[in-house]
Nanobody, 124 residues
Framework: QVQLVESGGGLVQAGGSLRLSCAASGRTFTTYTMGWFRQAPGKEREFVAAISWSGGSTYYADSVKGRFTISRTNAKNTVYLQMNSLKPEDTAVYYC?????????????????WGQGTQVTVSS
């Protein structure tokens, strides 16, 4: 069992930056692929970024490529999402998720555990 708790959301102006954190409980954290998803009001939850268990591989949605960076520190059971050059369309609730299988990183249905989400609001 893995419990995930996100933090770091808030209100920021367009062009600004935020760093989200996701703290995980459980000794098996290092074996999970970790992902970030987001959900805007009235829209489906969509993939943002994912990172392999070792941190050696990362994958991004085209909409955030070059602006967002996912990373992890296994010694701290934490995964991060550095968000730069934020746009109003990045406004959403951001969720981190853990996947035991390590495949189909952009498919929300393969993830086994989810956090409660943190709100990110980007003003124009």
């Amino acid at each position: 069992q893995v419990q995930l708790v996100e933090s770091g959301g808030g209100l920021v102006q367009a062009g600004g930056s935020l760093r989200l954190s996701c703290a995980a409980s459980g000794r098996t954290f290092t074996t999970y692929t970790m992902g970030w998803f987001r959900q805007a009001p009235g829209k489906e939850r969509e993939f943002v970024a994912a990172i392999s268990w070792s941190g050696g591989s990362t994958y991004y949605a085209d909409s955030v490529k070059g602006r967002f960076t996912i990373s992890r520190t296994n010694a701290k059971n934490t995964v991060y999402l550095q968000m730069n050059s934020l746009k109003p369309e990045d406004t959403a609730v951001y969720y981190c998720a853990a996947d035991r299988g390590g495949s189909s990183w952009d498919d929300k249905y393969v993830y086994d555990y989810w956090g409660q989400g943190t709100q990110v609001t980007v003003s124009s």
